[in-house]
């Protein structure tokens, strides 16, 4: 088992730039999250989805798109990157989204907007 | 804003000395997670209390819930130095049907050989 696993481990985009994170887990899990991780914020929930064919916004969702296109894959699209973008972001899957399951997370990727 | 919040924000101790690491919360959970993340790599879930349980343990790791004070605890007994990492509580409660977890802060740990 890969576990998590995200493409591509670092980014360097131009202010206006799009661009896909794509992150797949072979844990046969419901539920993806991408979050974004910035120095002193811990991680902050950008999109989740629930099941394959779900997605929600979490608590920083603007600037982004997701998709959830199966089971296995759930992908991160920043349509016009902003400086703001930078960041570490990181994709996690759970086994299920009611009661008290851990996460399981990829490596991530580092993301540089200039 | 943040739910969880890690006190101290960071922490340097001799390794075999216990470091504590707390973590509050402002809104009733169903339960708390508490992460590790090595530099530069994703989190590891480490243990989970739920809010019925007031003391759990996890080999050198003890974690406990005081929900009056919606307050939680990590020790980690006899550390080592491949303990030094950040560690994140993360809250979960229920959402609209689902779990919503937030994540705190964190605690940078360093554990000196």
């Known amino acids: 088992n890969a576990g998590v696993t995200q493409t591509p481990k670092f980014q360097v985009l131009k202010t206006g730039q799009s661009m896909t994170l794509q992150c797949a887990q072979d844990?046969?899990?419901?539920?993806m999250y991408w979050y974004r991780q910035d120095p002193g914020m811990g991680l902050r929930l950008i999109y989740y989805?629930?099941?394959?064919?779900?997605?929600d916004k979490g608590e920083v969702p603007n600037g982004y798109n997701v998709s959830r296109l199966n089971k296995r894959e759930f992908s991160l699209r920043l349509e016009s990157a902003a400086p703001s973008q930078t960041s570490v972001y990181f994709c996690a899957s759970r086994d299920r989204d009611r009661g008290g399951y851990e996460q399981y997370f990829g490596p991530g990727t580092r993301l540089t907007v200039t | 804003s943040q739910q969880g919040e890690e006190d101290p924000q960071a922490l340097s101790i001799q390794e075999g000395e216990n470091a504590t690491m707390n973590c509050s919360y402002k809104?009733?959970?169903?339960?708390l997670q508490w992460y590790r993340q090595n530099s530069g790599r994703g989190l590891v879930h480490l243990i989970l209390i739920r809010s019925n349980e007031r003391e759990k343990h996890s080999g050198r790791l003890r974690v406990t819930l005081d929900t009056s004070k919606k307050s939680s605890s990590l020790l980690i007994t006899a550390s080592r130095a491949a303990d030094t990492a950040s560690y994140f509580c993360?809250?979960?409660?229920?959402?609209?049907?689902?779990?919503?977890?937030?994540f705190g802060t964190g605690t940078k740990l360093q554990v000196i050989p």
């Open positions: 993360a809250t979960a409660a229920l959402s609209g049907g689902y779990q919503k977890v937030t």
């Open positions: 844990m046969n899990h419901n539920s």
């Open positions: 809104t009733s959970i169903n339960n």
């Open positions: 989805s629930a099941s394959e064919g779900t997605t």
